[in-house]
């Protein structure tokens, strides 16, 4: 098995994409952290897990305050000692409010999610890893992280800086064995876009069926492309953005 007797922390691992690949890493070997802050989804997501014959634990967390991050990053050390792949997934939407529009608590809110608690973990995480000899990892990005005009203005901000904190923290850290990757899901079958989903007629609907794929992704999907990431099969690959969006973004 790929992961084998490797220690992983997902965030946001109690549905969505971070739910398919906390699965798909137990699946595979991983010892697996399931990360969020329901307590009743992150513990469901362990039986699970242990049902399939997997190994997992859940810590509820705010990926937003300091003192969760630091009891997450203990729980893990005290759990299994070493930090082998961290997964930043944990992310919210925002609304499409224009500069005109958005609210300051909208910004702060959004921007302290998506971009300050993955710079908060790395920053717990990466020392870990770097006396430990290395580690991988993966930034859950956007299609947002790339253009405007596919989220709201603090989204899209706060993506397109994910692409930048793993381009910069590659640079910085690759020499010391932290391989650190992103993703760009594109239109993906979640909550998250589940009211979009729903509206045949939606913009966002229109071009899925132009794209290539001509269908929204699934969860799984996405896992299967950060699962090879934080594989051995992706070695030689450093501060890559992979898009998985079935085409969505090339026109």
Same mark, same amino acid.
């Given at each position: 098995?790929?992961? +084998?007797? /490797?220690?992983?922390?997902?965030?946001?691992?109690?549905?969505?994409?971070?739910?398919?690949?906390?699965?798909?890493?137990?699946?595979?070997?991983?010892?697996?952290?399931?990360?969020?802050?329901? @307590? @009743?989804?992150?513990?469901?997501?362990?039986?699970?897990?242990?049902?399939?014959?997997?190994?997992?634990?859940?810590?509820?967390?705010?990926?937003?305050?300091?003192?969760?991050?630091?009891?997450?990053?203990?729980?893990?050390?005290?759990?299994? *000692?070493?930090?082998?792949?961290?997964?930043?997934?944990?992310? =919210?939407?925002?609304?499409?409010?224009?500069?005109? +529009?958005?609210?300051?608590?909208?910004?702060?809110?959004?921007?302290?999610?998506?971009?300050?608690?993955?710079?908060?973990?790395?920053?717990?995480?990466? !020392?870990?890893?770097?006396?430990?000899?290395?580690?991988?990892?993966?930034?859950?990005?956007?299609?947002?992280?790339?253009?405007?005009?596919?989220?709201?203005?603090?989204?899209?901000?706060?993506?397109?800086?994910?692409?930048?904190?793993?381009? /910069?923290?590659?640079?910085?850290?690759?020499?010391?064995?932290?391989?650190?990757?992103?993703?760009? !899901?594109? !239109?993906?079958?979640? +909550?998250?876009?589940?009211?979009?989903?729903?509206? !045949? +007629?939606?913009?966002?609907?229109?071009?899925?069926?132009?794209?290539?794929?001509?269908?929204? *992704? $699934?969860? @799984?999907?996405?896992? $299967?492309? =950060?699962?090879?990431?934080?594989?051995?099969?992706?070695?030689?690959?450093?501060?890559?953005?992979?898009?998985?969006?079935?085409?969505?973004?090339?026109?």
């Amino acid at each position: 098995m790929r992961f +084998q007797d /490797q220690t992983a922390i997902v965030t946001g691992s109690t549905e969505g994409i971070g739910k398919a690949t906390a699965m798909l890493l137990a699946s595979e070997g991983a010892k697996v952290v399931i990360v969020g802050r329901k @307590e @009743e989804a992150g513990n469901a997501v362990v039986e699970a897990i242990k049902a399939a014959g997997g190994e997992a634990f859940f810590q509820k967390t705010d990926v937003t305050s300091a003192a969760d991050l630091d009891a997450l990053v203990a729980a893990t050390i005290d759990h299994y *000692g070493k930090i082998d792949i961290l997964v930043n997934n944990a992310g =919210i939407g925002g609304s499409l409010a224009n500069i005109d +529009q958005i609210t300051d608590e909208e910004w702060d809110k959004v921007l302290a999610t998506n971009l300050t608690a993955p710079f908060q973990v790395l920053k717990r995480v990466i !020392p870990i890893m770097e006396k430990d000899g290395g580690g991988k990892i993966v930034n859950v990005a956007s299609m947002a992280s790339t253009a405007a005009g596919r989220g709201g203005i603090a989204y899209t901000t706060a993506k397109h800086g994910v692409l930048g904190l793993t381009r /910069q923290v590659s640079l910085d850290h690759g020499h010391n064995g932290i391989r650190i990757n992103a993703v760009l !899901p594109g !239109p993906i079958d979640t +909550q998250m876009i589940a009211r979009v989903l729903a509206i !045949p +007629q939606h913009p966002v609907n229109l071009k899925i069926k132009m794209s290539p794929s001509g269908r929204p *992704g $699934q969860p @799984e999907e996405v896992a $299967q492309a =950060i699962a090879f990431l934080v594989s051995d099969e992706s070695s030689f690959i450093h501060g890559a953005a992979l898009g998985v969006d079935g085409g969505y973004t090339i026109f």
